[in-house]
């Protein structure tokens, strides 16, 4: 089973600001299956990022995905006040299909 | 659009038994695999089941294999979940998604509301 590792556990950033998610795998994840959720408090995940790079539909370009291999980032180039929930990052190419911990982003 | 409406969760004992139903709608039902994620109260994500869109093949999470059985009508755009011998730890939201694909590999791509199964006597 491969092991996300999501870090910061929490974030706290202000508008405007630059944010930068990590998701450090503990082994490699094939050909870049890798995927990032949000979720604000009540509400079910949404897909923002797939094969580490590719927005989903609808998704703001503010939003961007990188990395490989055992390394993945997002990245929030300038937070905007709906952007502060938390976000999680998730590995499809291997079974079981597992989820980070998450990491809370909240507004400094 | 893309809607998932997950419904059939309740309050149930320990070692009880419950059906979840995800009725979908917006889309070709029978070409998209389908899968079930939860959440229990105030923690992460976690991958419960995969059903091919065909119904052919399924696919456990360890932690509910040979209790769990994922399938779906597709005449009725349907997915389902029977959860037995249902323990404390199985308390949680759950969610059905469907399936976008990257190559072979699918991805949860749209998401429904959720159903929260609660598992206490």
């Known amino acids: 089973e491969i092991v996300l590792t999501q870090s910061p556990g929490t974030l706290s950033l202000s508008p405007g600001e630059r944010a930068t998610l990590s998701c450090r795998a503990s082994?490699?994840?094939?050909?870049?299956?890798l995927a990032w959720y949000q979720q604000k408090p009540g509400q079910a995940p949404r897909l923002l990022i797939y094969a580490a790079s590719s927005r989903a539909t609808g998704i703001p370009d503010r939003f961007s995905g990188s990395g490989s291999g055992t390394d993945f980032t997002l990245t929030i180039s300038r937070l905007e006040p709906e952007d502060f929930a938390v976000y999680y990052c998730?590995?499809?190419?291997?079974?079981?299909?597992?989820f980070g911990q998450g990491t809370k982003l909240e507004i400094k | 659009e893309v809607r998932l409406l997950e419904s059939g969760g309740s309050l149930v004992q320990p070692g009880g038994s419950l059906r979840l139903s995800c009725a979908a709608s917006?889309?070709?039902?029978?070409?998209?695999?389908m899968s079930w994620v939860r959440q229990a109260p105030g923690k992460g994500l976690e991958w419960v089941s995969d059903i091919t869109g065909g119904g052919d093949h399924t696919y456990y999470a360890d932690s509910v294999k040979g209790r769990f059985t994922i399938s779906r009508d597709n005449s009725k755009s349907t997915l389902f979940l029977q959860m037995n011998s249902l323990r404390a730890d199985d308390t949680a939201v759950y969610y059905c998604?469907?399936?976008?694909?990257?190559?072979?590999?699918?991805?949860?791509?749209?998401w429904g509301q959720g159903t929260l199964v609660t598992v206490s006597s």
């Open positions: 998730q590995q499809y190419g291997s079974s079981p299909r597992t």
């Open positions: 917006g889309f070709t039902f029978s070409s998209y695999a």
């Open positions: 082994q490699s994840v094939s050909s870049s299956y």
């Open positions: 998604a469907r399936a976008q694909y990257t190559g072979s590999y699918p991805y949860c791509a749209y």
